[in-house]
T-cell receptor, first 114, second 113 residues
Framework: DADVTQTPRNRITKTGKRIMLECSQT?????MYWYRQDPGLGLQLIYY???????NKGEISDGYSVSRQAQAKFSLSLESAIPNQTALYFC?????????????FGPGTRLLVL | GENVEQHPSTLSVQEGDSAVIKCTYS??????FPWYKQELGKRPQLIID?????GEKKDQRIAVTLNKTAKHFSLHITETQPEDSAVYFC????????????FGTGTRLKVLA
């Protein structure tokens, strides 16, 4: 779904570095989510936001922080990256006001922490 | 905390056969159960969903059934085709109105030609 974009698509970083993953959407949705995908563990919720002033922790928020700069932008930061944060990260949006709860995922960011 | 268990983790079927994937959820307040398909190297996409006031929903070759008493729901794919090969994730809403979802660990389906 080209309406949800993520940058970068791939990133290699070193232990201890701070990095930011960015998500933008043109769908006009209020709700945005960050998930982490590891083999055999499915999708785990890191943080979610229901509007610019609302930020909520998910299941695995330790070591991560987020910023909702605007309705269309939701960034995920790793303050001090560690190797076990190596994973595939997905941003998603949804719009329950339209009656549905479908999550629209971005293309993913593959992160490798050395 | 809330939990969604998904089985099996891998499933191989012959083309034309049926495939069934099962999920169990822990939170009795969950009321929305989507299924997502993730093809290799792609993003997850919704294929079907069901709400707690419905016991079954069908869309062409796919169907989902829900047993609220037992807290489990299943995805059924009939007449499987090679393009059905993918990873399938179930999910459950964390609680009514939270719009937060707990995902299962995924099932890798292989349809053998």
């Amino acid at each position: 779904d080209a309406d949800v974009t993520q940058t970068p698509r791939n990133r290699i970083t070193k232990t201890g570095k701070r990095i930011m993953l960015e998500c933008s959407q043109t769908k006009g949705h209020d709700r945005m989510y960050w998930y982490r995908q590891d083999p055999g563990l499915g999708l785990q919720l890191i943080y979610y936001s229901f509007d610019v002033k609302d930020i909520n922790k998910g299941e695995i928020s330790d070591g991560y922080s987020v910023s909702r700069q605007a309705q269309a932008k939701f960034s995920l930061s790793l303050e001090s990256a560690i190797p076990n944060q190596t994973a595939l990260y997905f941003c998603a949006t949804s719009d329950p006001t339209s009656g549905g709860e479908t999550q629209y995922f971005g293309p993913g960011t593959r992160l490798l922490v050395l | 905390g809330e939990n969604v268990e998904q089985h099996p983790s891998t499933l191989s079927v012959q083309e034309g056969d049926s495939a069934v994937i099962k999920c169990t959820y822990s939170d009795s307040a969950s009321n929305y159960f989507p299924w997502y398909k993730q093809e290799l190297g792609k993003r997850p996409q919704l294929i079907i969903d069901i709400r707690s006031n419905v016991g079954e929903k069908k869309d062409q070759r796919i169907a989902v059934t829900l047993n609220k008493t037992a807290k489990h729901f299943s995805l059924h794919i009939t007449e499987t085709q090679p393009e059905d090969s993918a990873v399938y994730f179930c999910a459950a809403s964390a609680a009514s109105g939270t719009y937060k979802y707990i995902f299962g660990t995924g099932t890798r389906l292989k349809v053998l030609a």
